[in-house]
């Protein structure tokens, strides 16, 4: 196995995403940007390079999250699907103690102090 590279990685929609999520994981994840949608051809390349990780679709609550959610679940049903509660409805502006908690449910390890801040 190669240390180098994350075995786990997250697919977010936009930067201020990646941002958000990078700064509350406390081990070595990729985090990819769609930047909102994505074309087939692009989301082909990423499946193949990404066939023997642990993958986590991570997008915001709305309607263009929901048609991207979709597009993965179609094209890449062994992604993992992680949910934001509707309430926050973007993913760089739902409260770091709810995403850590999200993120630790799927045992991604997060920074505990954001955990405390609930």
């Known amino acids: 196995m190669n240390e180098a590279m994350p075995e786990k990685v997250i697919i977010v ?4 995403d990646k941002r958000k999520v990078k700064a ?3 081990e070595p994840v990729e985090i990819i940007c769609t ?8 989301l082909d390349e990423l499946i193949e390079n990404l066939f023997d990780k ?6 915001d609550a ?6 991207l959610r979709k597009q ?7 992604a ?10 973007e993913v760089a502006t739902a409260p770091e103690h709810h995403l850590a908690t999200v993120l630790l449910g799927a045992n991604i390890d997060v920074y505990m102090e954001f955990l405390d801040r609930g």
């Open 35 to 42: 930047n909102g949608t994505i074309s087939l051809t692009k």
């Open 13 to 16: 929609e936009g930067t201020s």
């Open 54 to 59: 642990d993958v986590f679709i991570l997008v």
């Open 24 to 26: 509350i994981i406390s």
């Open 72 to 78: 993965f679940k179609r094209e890449f049903p062994e």
């Open 80 to 89: 993992e699907h992680l949910y934001i509660d509707r309430m926050y409805r």
């Open 62 to 67: 709305d309607d263009a999250g929901e048609k």
